[in-house]
């Protein structure tokens, strides 16, 4: 069965920095893209960044130069590394595995994690 844990959210001054980290377990053959999203409550579930196995990246324009996504595909784990925050950055913080192929297998499925609250305060 397949599980995303993620951790290092928290609460941080407006300025600071925090690292999120997701690992992925179970039979996993290969997850094609990994990646984070956010949400606040009363609006939609939105990308932040995400990353492909070749460590192609994707980011939302509000985090471009301030954010920063990598991935250890040995751990099946992915990391987001939050600098400059900002108060409009406080969310829950979802970690997603896109295109994951167990063992047996043979179709990539979607996985989320469990989330992780992020506030910055002002």
């Known amino acids: 069965q397949v599980q995303l844990v993620e951790s290092g959210g928290g609460l941080v001054q407006a300025g600071g920095s925090l690292r999120l980290s997701c690992a992925a377990s179970?039979?996993?053959?290969?997850?094609?893209?990994m990646g984070w999203y956010r949400q606040v409550p009363g609006k939609q579930r939105e990308l932040v960044a995400s990353?492909?196995?070749?460590?192609?990246?994707n980011y939302a324009d509000s985090v471009k130069g301030r954010f920063t996504i990598s991935r250890d595909n040995t751990k099946n784990a992915v990391y987001l590394q939050m600098n400059s925050l900002k108060p409009e950055d406080t969310a829950v913080y979802y970690c997603?595995?896109?295109?994951?192929?167990?063992?047996?297998?043979?179709?990539?499925?979607?996985?989320w994690g469990q989330g992780t609250q992020v506030t910055v305060s002002s």
């Open positions: 990353i492909t196995t070749s460590s192609s990246t």
């Open positions: 997603n595995a896109d295109g994951l192929v167990e063992v047996g297998v043979f179709w990539g499925r979607t996985y």
């Open positions: 179970g039979s996993i053959v290969k997850i094609n893209v």
